[in-house]
């Protein structure tokens, strides 16, 4: 605020003497004299006199004296030093003592200075007041014309923006921050804790310090552990020490006004905090407070307040600034009046860079150098220790500033170096740091160096629930937490501020908890434990405000000012996690590995057909049907064959068909029993034997393939690692992910190689490692990768998920610290103690290993039982052929039927041809019997007697008839010719047979009383009946109708079929 008043009041100035025209008519006339006479040399018109450049050079001084040295200084000294000052030009003294007034400042500096052309000013400070210089610095600034600043040391003057053309000849108070690098790089003190206002000089100090900390390249880097920033105008400052206290560090570094500082210290040392094992390194200001603590450690400037010697330096430096620009052809003169604004000083632009660019090594107040903001570098201080004492007079206790040490240019001590700009370019310049240690006297009023830390022995330590090194159990009481290394591990929520007690209560279990059990135990510390506030392990995001911070537990060791101690769990070491925290050796080696769930071959429905492929099933087809074929031939045509042979027992035998070779071949391969249906023949029997070698063959390959498609059939894993084309590139049934924001996620976006990747799995990652084994399990996640001791926990414990591929991106899981911390080496060399006596092997055995052999391994070593899905082809088949045999023998059936019913049709119609047959042989019978009867009485036979002839019917049949003596005619049997006892030769008896029916039959050489024969019947006697006399006999009945369902159309043609033709009718 006091910066903005001062240019408030400079640009009020500027208005007033813009707006006055009585200033630019008034003038000192001794000045305007002194002016005058030199602007005169400068131009003289003589040709014999030599050309003089005078250069009037400003002074704004703090009183008489300083005015006094600095104009002796040019006429005595400069003018007459021709190393400094070129013969043809001289230095001539503007000079006006400083005003406490800031706006009275910047008025006399437009009056009595810019009018007089002056090509630099040399301000020091006020008796009172602080902002004049800067008045100056914002006036002639405007102007482009070079301010040195002698006494003036605020940061705010580094600023280029605002003082464009200023420079100084003492470091600003920022510049500290070297000497107090130097200080800790001497004492070995790696963490500090940093305290400042929250004021331009603050920010500077805190800024440069930390810049400087970390570019020690052959010692470690200063750790800052806290930051303590507080407003100016301290009331109290406990609740910010309470804070202080409760980091480890126990090295102060404090930037603060006399004021602040005064309250401070005595709140300090109200909370015993100044006593022995404390160190305080202070700036000047703080160093002159009245309760600054026994063994306090602060800076002085030397020739801080020697104001002469700052005068004739930066006069020096301008002297060589100006002969330089000498050599320039284009040197304008400086403005002479404020009220011209319109053109730019450039030579004004020129010279401040010559000014910036000089060295000067044997000045009265050291080396005299500037850096980029014009800022004196390589200045000397004095290292300064409170020592207490009794104060003889008053009798009490009291304080003094003793020189402990020497931090200077070109002194034989310690070489520090310092780097410094010159217009040549960067250069090495050695600082010399001298400290006397001997002397110091530390907090407490001892000898002894502190350490500089205070190991806590009381740890908060952090860790993260991830099977199986941690499982966590939600609890409703710490009393159901005891023992069994089982360790109390509340939830806080962090969100709420204000909320100091656990959200939830857990209990925590398992390989990291045993570690932690046993580490406390063995380097003897007690602990508190906590889960992660957002359950991550820790990624570094930008957060709403745009600022990169870190998350999990890693935000919780790095970013909180009373953040944690220690992280046991199973935390990946990677280079982005080392830059912020330090880790352990590695308790746990591993790497990163993806799991998928196992992939069983896919069974088909004709997966019992694999063995073969279907080149060879067709050929073993076609096999079957040609030797059947062949075997059907060869006892088809061998003489000794079913066919050729007969048995000698008269029994009948099957011959061997084409179906009953079928039957045999496929009898063979498969391996049944073949019953009947077997060839006779040698030539067939032999090839038969050559088949049944050759169903050997295949019945034996097969069961050979089937074992090893089937029964020793192994899940295989679809993936073969990192370098899977499928993980290469990705496809959009194919997803795979990791935890986000974990080691993995870091490992893929660190990797070039593997960036495609990381983009793919970018927007598919899971929270938590649990969701994504759960969403491998449901099939809803192809793949995850991830740390391979989880993975291949889980594949222990699951048999259904599998790791693929071989192990990438080694690592280890460590514990993690705080950086610098004192219990790093000591918790370093547990470990290693742990893997030399077995007990983190005793660990894998009991948490990861659990004592068991690995099931699944077993199972994969034994045979695999087949299932369902590996038989259902065959039972599909054998379904099938149920199903088909049912199929035909419904056919059959209905086949069947179809055939009764035609049958019986045939045999009704057999049946009623049969019954006309008899009928029509009856009366062929009748009708023979009355010809015979007719031909005896023809051939005179009267007597009664008995003949018995055979007739032959149609169909073979046969009947007897007897003619006796008395004319009757009988039936006597079938097939036997009889007579009685007055039976005579039949041959003898009849006359020759008649000769073949013809169209018809002659009369002549018949007895007068036998009528004449009958026209020829018709063949058909079913349609024709003849009596004796020739004539249609009506009495006889006619032929009976066809039964019912009998076609007369079509009886003919059956009877014909199953009697064969009609013979020829009897002729009489």
Known sequence: MGWLVGAMGVLAALAVVHSSSS????????????????????????????????????????DT?????????????????????????????????????????????????????????????????????????????????????????????????????????????????????????????????????????GRALLGRFQNNAQNHEDDKDIKVDTVIEYEPGLNSFVSELKIMNESSAR??????????????????????????????????????????????????????????????????????????????????????????????????????????????????????????????????????????????????????????????????????????????????????????????????????????FMIPTHLYVLTIEEKPFVYTQKIDSPAECLGDGRVLCPWYNTTDKNNTQPTHQYCCTGYCIDLLIHLSATINFTYDLALSPDGEFGALNKSDKGKKGWTGLIGEL????????????????????AQVIEFSKPFKYQGITILEKKQPRYSTLVSFLQPFRETLWILVMVSVHVVALVLYLLDRFSPFGRYKLANTDGTEEDALNLSSAIWFAWGVLLNSGIGEGTPRSFSARVLGMVWAGFAMIIVASYTANLAAFLVLDRPQTSLTGINDARLRN??????????????????????????????????????????????????????????????????????????????????????????????????????????????MEELDNKWILQNQEDKCDVDDKAPATLGLKNMAGVFILVAAGIVGGIGLIIIEIIYKKHQIRKQKK????????????????????????????????????????????????????????????????????????????????????????????????????????????????????????VTLSGTVDVGLPPPPPPPPGVDTMRLPTSYKNLFGPDPPDLVV
């Open 906 to 1025: 045939l045999e009704i119609a057999r049946h009623a041809a049969d019954k006309w047959r008899g009928m029509v042989e009856k009366r062929k019978t009748l009708r023979a019997s009355l010809v015979t009867q007719r031909r005896i009485k023809a051939n005179g036979v009267n007597e009664p007697s008995t003949i018995s002839f055979s007739v032959e019917g149609e169909a073979g049949s046969a009947g007897s008839v007897g003619v006796m003596a008395g004319g009757g005619v009988g039936v006597l049997g079938s097939g036997s010719i009889g007579a009685s006892s007055g039976a005579t030769n039949l041959a003898a008896m009849l006359p020759p047979p008649p000769s073949p029916p013809s169209s018809s039959i002659p009369t002549s050489g018949l007895p007068p009383d036998v009528p004449p024969a009958p026209p020829a019947p018709r063949r058909d006697l079913r349609q024709r009946h």
């Open 730 to 839: 990705p496809m959009e049934n194919f997803t795979y992910a990791t935890v986000r924001g974990s080691s993995v996620d870091m490992y893929f976006r660190r990797q070039v190689e593997l960036s495609n990747m990381y983009r793919t799995m970018e927007g598919n990652n899971y929270a938590t490692a649990e969701q994504a084994i759960t969403a491998v399990k449901e099939g809803k996640l192809k793949a995850f990768i991830w740390d391979s001791s989880r993975l291949e926990y889980e594949a222990a414990q699951d048999c259904e998920l599998v790791t693929a591929g071989e192990l990438f991106g080694r690592s280890g899981y460590g514990i993690g610290l705080k950086k610098n911390s004192p219990w790093a080496d000591k918790v370093t060399l547990a470990i290693l103690g742990f893997h030399e006596s077995g007990f």
């Open 65 to 201: 004296l300083s005015d006094n040295h600095f104009k002796a200084t040019i006429a005595q000294k400069i003018n007459n030093d021709t190393e400094f000052m070129s013969p043809n030009a001289s230095l001539d003294d503007v000079t006006m003592i400083m005003d406490s007034n800031p706006i009275r400042t910047a008025l006399e500096v437009c009056k009595r200075l810019v009018t007089q052309s002056v090509y630099a000013v040399i301000v020091s400070h006020p008796t009172i007041g602080e902002l004049s210089p800067a008045a100056v610095s914002y006036t002639s600034g405007f102007y482009h014309i070079p301010v040195i600043g002698i006494s003036s040391r605020d940061s705010a003057f580094s600023d280029k923006n605002i003082h464009v053309s200023f420079l100084r000849t003492v470091p600003p108070y920022s510049h500290q921050a070297d000497v107090w690098v130097e200080l800790l790089k001497r004492f070995q003190y790696t963490r500090v804790v940093f305290i400042h206002s929250s004021d331009t000089d």
């Open 251 to 452: 090295v102060f570094l404090l930037y603060a006004n006399l004021h602040d500082a005064q309250i401070i210290f005595h709140d300090a040392m109200y909370m015993n905090m100044t006593g022995r094992g404390y160190v305080w390194i202070v700036t000047e200001q703080a160093l002159s407070a009245r309760s600054v603590p026994i063994g306090a450690i602060g800076l002085r400037l030397v020739n801080a307040s020697d104001e002469d010697k700052h005068i004739t330096d930066s006069l020096y430096i301008l002297a060589l600034a100006l002969k330089k620009l000498l050599k320039e052809k284009d040197v304008t003169a400086p403005p002479q009046d404020c009220s011209n604004t319109g053109s730019t000083w450039e030579t004004g632009k020129k010279l401040f860079q010559y000014i910036r660019e000089q060295v000067l090594k044997k000045g009265l107040t050291g080396k005299v150098a500037f850096d980029d903001n014009g800022d004196r570098i390589n200045a000397e201080y004095d290292v300064v220790n409170i020592h207490g004492f009794v104060d003889p007079v008053i009798h009490r206790n009291s304080t003094k500033e003793m020189v402990v040490g020497h931090l200077g240019y070109n002194t034989l001590a310690t070489v520090v170096a310092a780097e410094t700009e010159t217009p040549g370019g960067k250069t090495r310049e050695n600082m010399l740091l001298d400290i006397n240690e001997v002397a110091i006297v530390w907090p407490g009023n001892t000898t002894v160096k502190p350490t500089g």
């Open 23 to 62: 200033y630019r008519s008034s003038s000192s006339s001794s000045s305007s004299s002194l002016t005058y006479q030199s602007s005169s040399s400068y131009t003289s018109d003589s040709p014999s006199a030599p050309t003089t450049r005078v250069f009037n050079i400003g002074g704004i001084l703090s």
């Open 558 to 577: 790095v970013n909180q000012p009373d953040g944690k101690d220690m992280i046991v769990a199973p935390l990946t070491i990677n280079p982005e996690r």
